[in-house]
């Protein structure tokens, strides 16, 4: 096991680098970051002096060791500048100074990350929720009309995309009904909570249906099951056998799932903030994106490719310790 | 079961019993799904609530209001950008502002500044006793003095600030050898008291107040960047601005709200305003019309089009919605340097061609047709410009002629466009226009940060959409910084059509030092002619703003200069909620 997660620690560090130096040098590709964090109306003055403050006037190369922190700080207004020779970036744990928010990136990060956790964390319980319920009524019902009336539903719940879901959900529950507030984030912890409802419903959606289908798939093959026979034919109560015995081994699949969406999770569910005005990751990331806030850009990429590591490399452990079956590193 | 039961009848007997809560649930599913579907309420037609019809202006209560995107800095050295501004001006105030007739007008000056005979000295008296907001960066009450001012504007001029406001200053005597660090201070700013200081030019230069009224030189307290670079975080003193505004600045949730409330000390006394601000963030589109509907928001500045046209025709929201043209000039931008548009009657052929009337249905209504470079509300705009550009076929064609094109270009144009469906569909209607000359455009749909990047260099791209939007209302602001030839350099150009006319950078040189104002408009309105004759850009449209307030936001108009101005709103409180009738029917309250 521990050199399986050697293994997979380097190779992961080999896919991170690789996936930071291309994007450092595809994003320059993309125009100029001072022309477009000074907009429009900059004048060439202004550009010049931000591209000096900024070290965007060194080459390429330069402007990589710097934001490896490998060679001397350029960004004077971080604040991790000190005195010209100081050396920040990315390998003492500096990630920049945001060309448009004019703050440091990890700030940045840090007050949005917690609105995206909790949009996502409330989204995932509606997908275990809506889900598995689904999942589970289907099965048992199987091919009966709730269990095709659920299905169809799933599958319009799979297609519909939340652009159509979501602004349909927010003129007719928020604005003409008056059940969800309009948008936005509120203050306080529960004003959080109010207002993320109706979006993480919309994009629980997706998921929900996903896990009704593939529990409803699993759930009707373990019933089949020698051994749920056998607990039948023991005499256990009905709910007992599906819940102890059926549903545990069904719900495998669902647990891999979750964990690959981890990375969806945190990076935000970009459309479904946008439409419902959530200042969280994901309308960062655009905004960096349509700004070329470089040092955002770097550190949202490297953020989700961290993430969907972490996500890969937990659902194979995740799987490992409920499936027997499975066992990492011996050959046989 | 009984044995005389044929089994396919036992069969059916049981799938149905079996499917029985499944067909029940489903009906009841589209019974309840029928009934919200007729039940959901109309949409509203007039105000939700109106105000208390106090005739005294009265003090008190919040007013919410909103941004369409982020807010980045309210430092007004750094910020250039109509949402920044609503902030900062709530915050900060200048020694000049402009009124509602957008005059310009003394604000911490005590009155207009004296100017010297030969037009190049400028001397303020600020006004005596407006204190500083309150904060932890200050020992006790502190006083705006003459001091501040030359220390802002150094600031803000500093090259290690990285303004995007130095060149509106650049004729300040001593301005390069400050800028190039050989002096510690401009040699041009003579602090003469302690509420006494003169700007000295290098040359006459009559937009400098126009300059010194712009956000860039609101003065700022230099305790308050001492006091951050102090904390090691030089930076946070975008996030917590002290000014002398008759707002004080309160909390910034980041990406969230602003607050702000009333400040108590403010040098103009009794001044009846709400206790407090809130600007929330990110609010645009659907989100914003519902909040506005609902009353949850007091004004509404981002009108998505199909909500336009429905306020445009709720009769009970006429007296609440106002239109006006904004000081903003959409165009085409044809590169003089590159063929085919080096030739003149190419360009005025393109300028002829398009017809602008369809350009204004399809906008709803919100682009005004333009034929010259200054909007109407502009000094020098000539509604008779003798040279004006407008929709004219059969002339685009003789231009065309006029050029040795009688059948058209062989080789295609290639237009850059920036990003969005809404660009590509407004280049799709012009694109049509000037095929009908012969000229065959190609697209070119590419990301709003490499149309800025190559539309800014010489010899790049051929034809593109260009607007403007004023910085201060002056003639020079527009046909200075978009034609004069000192504006044209290897990258990021603001001479975007790279028009290179010795004759009209001769005559903007002079303008700007003339001290006669009507001289001075003469020259300027010669230059709007050569401009529109010679056709760098074909001219197409004015915007046409518009933006609605709640019945009890008061003394509310859309400010000439300023967008979304709220220093002097009152809320006529406690607001009315009107009848569920009323507010579906949308008879005027």
Redesign the interface.
Same mark, same amino acid.
């Given at each position: 096991m521990t050199r399986y997660l050697v293994k997979r620690t380097l190779w992961a560090l080999f896919v991170l680098s690789t996936v930071v130096s291309a994007v450092f040098f595809l994003v320059h590709v993309?125009?100029?970051?001072?022309?477009?964090a000074?907009?429009?109306?900059?004048?060439?003055?202004?550009?010049r002096?931000?591209r000096?403050?900024k070290g965007l006037d060194q080459p390429q190369l330069a402007q990589f060791g710097s934001y490896l922190g490998v060679s001397p700080c350029v960004r004077?207004?971080s604040?991790d500048f000190h005195d010209g020779a100081g050396y920040c970036g990315l390998l003492q744990g500096s990630l920049g100074?945001s060309y448009?928010?004019?703050?440091?990136v990890a700030a940045?990060i840090g007050?949005?990350m917690p609105?995206t956790l909790l949009l996502g964390v409330m989204a995932m319980l509606f997908e275990l929720l809506f889900g598995v319920t689904a999942g589970i009524v289907a099965a048992l019902?199987r091919n009966?009309?709730?269990?095709?009336?659920l299905m169809v539903l799933t599958f319009a719940g799979i297609s519909v995309p939340t652009f159509v879901t979501g602004?349909i959900a927010?003129?007719?529950l928020?604005?003409?009904?008056?059940w969800f507030p309009?948008?936005?984030?509120g203050?306080g912890f529960w004003e959080h909570v109010r207002h993320g409802l109706l979006p993480s419903m919309i994009l629980a959606v997706g998921g929900a249906a996903t896990y009704a289908r593939i529990l409803r798939g699993e759930l009707v093959e373990t019933l089949r099951m020698d051994y749920v026979r056998t607990a039948h034919a023991k005499g256990l109560a009905p709910r007992t056998v599906v819940v102890r015995h059926a549903l545990r081994n069904a719900l495998i699949p669902i647990v891999t799932l979750l964990g690959l969406s981890l990375p969806g999770l945190v990076g935000g569910a970009i459309i479904t903030e946008k439409?419902?005005?959530w200042?969280g990751l994901g309308?960062?990331t655009i905004?960096a994106i349509?700004?070329?806030d470089v040092p955002i850009i770097m550190a949202t990429v490297l953020m989700f490719g961290v993430l969907v590591q972490l996500g890969n490399l937990l659902a194979d452990v995740t799987v490992a310790a409920l499936d027997p079956r499975i066992r990492v590193g011996e050959r046989g | 079961m009984t044995p005389s039961t044929p089994r396919s009848r036992r069969h059916a007997e049981g799938a149905l019993r079996?499917?029985l &809560? *499944? !067909?029940l649930?489903?009906l009841a599913?589209v019974c309840c799904g029928a009934y919200a579907l007729t039940h959901?309420?109309?949409?509203p037609q007039g105000p939700r609530y109106v105000g208390a019809g106090n005739a005294t202006p009265r003090t008190g209560g919040t007013f919410v209001f909103g941004a369409g995107?982020?807010l980045?800095?309210l430092d007004p050295h750094?910020a250039?950008?109509a949402n920044s501004y609503m902030a900062i001006r709530l915050v900060f105030d200048g020694l000049l502002d402009y009124d509602e007739q957008g005059q310009m007008v003394p604000s911490l000056a005590s009155a207009m500044p004296e100017v010297s005979e030969d037009g190049r000295t400028f001397t303020f008296h600020l006004r005596e006793g407006v204190l500083f907001h309150e904060s932890p960066v200050f020992d006790g009450p502190r006083e705006l003095v003459a001091e501040d001012v030359r220390w802002s504007l150094e600031r803000l001029l500093h090259?290690?600030?990285?303004? &995007? *406001? !130095?060149?509106f200053f650049?004729r300040l005597r001593g301005f390069d050898d400050f800028r190039a660090g050989r002096t510690p201070h401009i040699a041009g700013i003579d602090v003469r008291g302690r509420y006494e200081v003169a700007f000295t030019l290098d040359q006459a230069d009559q937009t400098f107040l126009s300059a010194m009224a712009m956000v860039f030189a609101y003065p700022v307290p230099h305790e308050n960047y001492e006091h951050h670079i102090a904390q090691?975080?030089?930076?946070a003193v975008?996030?917590n601005p002290v000014g002398t505004g008759p707002f004080v600045f309160e909390a910034w949730?980041?990406?969230?709200?602003l607050t702000f409330t009333r400040n108590k000390r403010y040098w103009e006394r009794n001044r009846p305003n709400p206790d407090r601000m809130v600007l929330?963030?990110?609010?645009?589109g659907?989100?914003a019309v519902?909040?506005f509907?609902?009353g949850?928001l007091d004004v509404l500045t981002s009108l998505p089009a199909v909500h336009y046209l429905f306020f445009k025709h709720a009769p009970a929201w006429a007296p609440y919605m106002a239109e006006e043209p904004e000081a903003t000039i959409r165009g085409l931008c044809m590169n003089t340097g590159m063929a085919p548009f080096d030739n003149v009657h190419v360009r005025r052929a393109v300028a002829a061609a398009i017809d602008r009337e369809a350009m204004r249905v399809m906008a709803q209504g919100r682009a005004l047709p333009a034929g010259q470079i200054l909007p109407p509300m502009i000094p020098g705009y000539d509604p008779g410009l003798p040279s004006l550009q407008r929709y004219d076929l059969a002339r685009a064609q003789e231009e065309m002629r006029l050029a040795g094109y009688p059948n058209g270009i062989e080789e295609p144009v290639t237009a850059w466009i920036g990003e969005g469906q809404g660009s590509l569909v407004a280049a799709q209607l012009w694109g049509a226009n000037l095929e009908r000359i012969g000229i065959h455009v190609e697209y070119r749909q590419v990301?709003?940060?490499?149309?800025?990047?190559?539309t800014?260099k010489p010899g790049q791209a051929q034809l593109f959409p260009s607007a403007w939007?004023m910085?201060f209302p002056d003639p020079s602001n527009f046909l200075e910084?978009l034609f004069h030839s000192q504006?044209i350099?290897p990258?990021?150009?603001?001479n975007r059509s790279f028009y290179r006319n010795p004759e009209l950078d001769a005559l903007l040189d002079q303008a700007r030092g003339e001290p006669d104002r009507e001289r001075r408009l003469a020259l300027y309105r010669q230059a709007n002619d050569i401009v529109s004759r010679d056709a760098p850009w074909a001219f197409l449209s004015n915007d046409l703003g518009a933006e609605l307030w709640q019945p009890y936001v008061m003394n509310y108009r859309p400010h000439p200069v300023w967008s979304n101005d709220y220093r002097n709103v009152w809320l006529d409180l406690p607001r009315v909620r009107v009848a569920d009738s009323t507010y579906t029917e949308g008879a005027t309250p």
């Open positions: 993309a125009g100029d970051p001072a022309a477009v000074l907009g429009p109306r900059a004048n060439a003055d202004a550009i002096d931000f000096r403050i004077r207004d604040p100074t448009t928010h004019r703050e440091d940045v007050h949005r609105r019902r009966t009309w709730a269990d095709t009336g602004p927010l003129f007719v928020a604005f003409l009904l008056g309009m948008g936005g984030y203050v439409i419902f005005n200042p309308m960062l905004e349509n700004k070329l | 079996r499917a &809560p *499944g !067909v649930l489903t599913a959901i309420p109309e949409r995107s982020d980045h800095s750094i250039y950008d090259p290690d600030t990285g303004s &995007p *406001g !130095v060149s650049a090691g975080d030089p930076g975008e996030r949730e980041r990406g969230v709200q929330i963030e990110q609010l645009s659907e989100t519902g909040r509907s609902n949850d990301a709003f940060s490499v149309y800025l990047e190559e800014g939007n910085d910084i504006n350099h990258t990021a150009s603001e």
